[in-house]
């Protein structure tokens, strides 16, 4: 029966890219510890995995290519080539082209291996090439010679669901073939069932082989390197047929004290691994698409909304409730919760898939401005919002290249003012309160308050005359088309990248601030909400309508003073907090409503932060904090200026979501 293998290609293709990710970072770290044996053992693991499924799937570029590649990483391993910068170089390069074939098989077009013929020349002369005068690596060699031919018996139990991870079992035969003869091979169906039952994406075959061999056990091992956790896989020695010693000629008697002890030790076991021959246990991970997580959690927020309006509704009978009652509904509330948290966290994933592509940028970045430097990652461990986590990239990787490019100084710079050649960058991750907040950090010059204020008047941002903090000052970096640069480059200087970083934080329904003292460093500070499908937010009264701040970008509440109110001609109202002027914003004029009133003792202020500065939003009533279940107004009704969202209180009504930088904007 054939199988349709291409319902496991995207599993292929998923896994395929997280090797190279980790492919690339094995590569960043082999360059500062060339003798760093596992790093180099998990490079040949990662090329070894790509090379077996892309084989499996009939992509034969990848798995050629891949083969080219896994060769020079051999040949490293085994000592013959010894790691040097222009090896690290060709494989990163190699590992560069390997992505471009995948993504080309991905979307089904295919130039063939032609346009990487010069880099499979480079890679193949690598392998050619002594390296009497590199760093030498202790030799790992690929096996070990045993004293003469050995027949051993392998038993392979592959998990029933091992084609769902993309590899074929006759090709992991067909490479133990390479090690020896395989002088017996006999199929086992026992655990096949009836032919009405048989599923053809199962595999429910045994295969009992007997391999004969020089090689030792470690060998044998490696052809199963990467199925360790989906196939379990017995090696032990064949044992000898009872033939009378009478039969025998005196020289051809085995004598156990003749054989090679280590060898007999070395190719008895069962290999370590974790999978059942049953299968039961084969999967303690399993992928499921994102847009069937996203599906859950909106009826898990439509449930959220149902047991608010169940528990509101109960709460006006007129009798009051039952005891039973109230328990039931407190049960309710309780699993309501429970449910909702680990629906969130299914969601969460580890921002070390976004840390794990910034090494590249650094390396690469560094040595094309010739600049020396060290990047620290913290808090890698540290989960997100998988949505959050996905589109945290860019934003992250343009913080990078700013501090490399303006941050840090050159070798000689630095030591002119007694600093080190080698700059540091630290990039770490921590939870605070309900929220994810990044650092980016670099030791370099800091920011030029002077040149950034001068600029600002240069183009109208400011007026000569305005006084500004230095907060204020550091986020005029984030206006469009803001740049310090003397000269533009290929890296920056054409004043386009922050604002986008601004607005992609923003968009995340996060905020973005900068410290830094002048010769001593900058810090960019990253705040994010745990998930973009529940928000934490403050519930105010507008016009007799509700609305809801994102509480992230809420600084306090005040009720103010008449003599605090002024009108200041040609640019609006401010109110005086605390001997600071704020723009001042009636939310009942911008929003419209009903049933309000402007008189300043029943009014209320709330002092949000949006782009660095503070505004004070004037509404009715504070209504309290509380989780929101946010939905789209544009995929159910249509984008609208100055709001964000929507959600569905527990009485029904429908409340909008703010979007602070778009309310500021529309009161101009």
């Given at each position: 029966m054939q199988i349709d293998t291409r319902q496991f290609h995207q599993a292929f293709f998923e896994e395929a890219f997280e090797h190279l990710v980790t492919m690339e970072t094995s590569l960043i770290t082999l360059e500062s510890s060339p003798g760093d044996t596992e790093t180099i053992n998990q490079l040949f693991r990662c090329a070894h995995s790509i090379k077996g499924s892309s084989a499996t799937f009939g992509f034969a570029d990848v798995a050629s290519f891949t083969h080219v590649l896994e060769s020079l990483m051999d040949c490293v391993r085994e000592g013959k080539v010894p790691v040097t910068l222009e090896v690290v170089e060709a494989l990163l390069i190699a590992t560069d082209a390997l992505g471009v074939l995948i993504r080309a098989a991905q979307a089904g077009e295919s130039d063939g291996l032609e346009p990487f013929r010069e880099l499979i020349d480079r890679l193949n002369q690598l392998q050619q090439k002594p390296g009497a005068a590199s760093i030498s690596l202790p030799t790992v060699p690929k096996s070990v010679m045993a004293a003469g031919p050995v027949e051993v018996n392998i038993t392979v139990t592959p998990a029933l669901t091992i084609f769902q991870?993309?590899?074929?079992?006759?090709?992991?035969?067909?490479?133990?073939?390479?090690?020896?003869?395989?002088?017996?091979?006999?199929?086992d169906t026992s655990r096949a069932p009836a032919l009405a039952d048989i599923d053809p994406t199962l595999c429910y075959l045994i295969w009992h082989l007997t391999l004969k061999t020089t090689h030792k056990r470690e060998a044998i091992d490696e052809v199963f390197i990467f199925v360790d956790d989906c196939c379990e896989v017995s090696v032990r020695p064949k044992e000898l047929s009872p033939v009378p010693p009478s039969e025998?000629?005196?020289e051809a008697v085995p004598m156990e004290s003749e054989l090679d002890a280590t060898t007999a030790s070395s190719l008895t076991g069962t290999s370590n691994n974790k999978m059942a021959a049953s299968g039961n246990s084969d999967a303690s991970t399993i992928r499921v698409p994102v847009e069937k997580i996203d599906v859950l959690m909106n009826l898990v927020g439509e449930l959220v909304i149902a047991q608010a309006m169940v528990t509101q509704s109960v709460s006006r009978l007129a009798g009051g409730c039952t005891p039973l009652l109230q328990e039931a509904l407190s049960t309710v509330e309780r699993t309501t919760r429970d449910l909702q948290q680990h629906v969130m966290a299914v969601r969460l994933v580890p921002i070390a898939t976004v840390f794990r592509r910034l090494p590249r940028v650094t390396r690469d970045l560094a040595g094309q401005l010739g600049k020396q430097l060290e990047l620290v990652l913290e808090g890698e461990e540290t989960e997100l919002d998988k949505v959050v986590v996905d589109q945290l990239a860019d934003p992250l990787i343009h913080l990078i290249r700013n501090s490399v490019d303006h941050g840090l100084e050159t070798p000689a710079e630095r030591e002119a003012t007694g600093k080190p050649a080698q700059g540091l960058i630290k990039l770490s991750a921590r939870h605070e309160g309900?929220?994810?907040?990044?650092?980016?950090?670099?030791?370099?010059?800091?920011?030029?308050?002077?040149?950034?204020?001068?600029?600002?008047?240069?183009?109208?941002?400011?007026?000569?005359?305005?006084?500004?903090?230095?907060?204020?000052?550091?986020?005029?970096?984030?206006?469009?088309?803001?740049?310090?640069?003397?000269?533009?480059?290929?890296?920056?200087?054409?004043?386009?990248?922050?604002?986008?970083?601004?607005?992609?934080?923003q968009a995340l329904n996060g905020n973005v601030r900068i410290s830094s003292l002048q010769g001593q460093g900058t810090t960019v500070t990253i705040s994010l909400p745990l998930t973009m499908a529940i928000l934490e937010g403050l519930s105010v009264s507008v016009g007799g309508e509700i609305y809801i701040l994102p509480l992230l970008s809420v600084v306090e509440s005040l009720r103010p003073e008449e003599r605090d109110l002024h009108l200041v001609p040609g640019r609006g109202e401010i109110v005086l907090v605390r001997g600071e002027a704020l723009p001042l914003i009636r939310l009942n004029r911008l929003l419209g409503g009903y049933g309000f009133s402007e008189a300043p003792d029943t009014q209320l202020v709330v002092i949000v932060e949006s782009h660095g500065r503070r505004y004070a939003f004037m509404v009715d009533e504070l209504c309290g904090q509380l989780q929101v279940v946010m939905k789209s107004l544009e995929q159910n009704f249509r984008r609208v200026d100055g709001l964000s969202g929507a959600t569905i209180l527990g009485d029904g009504r429908v409340a909008c979501i703010l979007d602070i930088p778009g309310i500021t904007r529309l009161a101009g």
């Open positions: 991870r993309g590899v074929d079992p006759l090709l992991l035969i067909r490479e133990l073939e390479s090690l020896g003869e395989l002088t017996h091979c006999e199929i025998l000629a005196p309900g929220n994810v907040v990044v650092d980016i950090t670099d030791d370099g010059r800091g920011l030029n308050v002077e040149r950034i204020r001068a600029k600002a008047i240069e183009r109208g941002l400011v007026q000569e005359h305005e006084r500004l903090t230095q907060e204020q000052i550091y986020a005029l970096i984030f206006e469009p088309g803001f740049s310090t640069a003397a000269a533009v480059t290929d890296v920056s200087g054409r004043g386009v990248g922050m604002d986008v970083v601004k607005r992609n934080i």
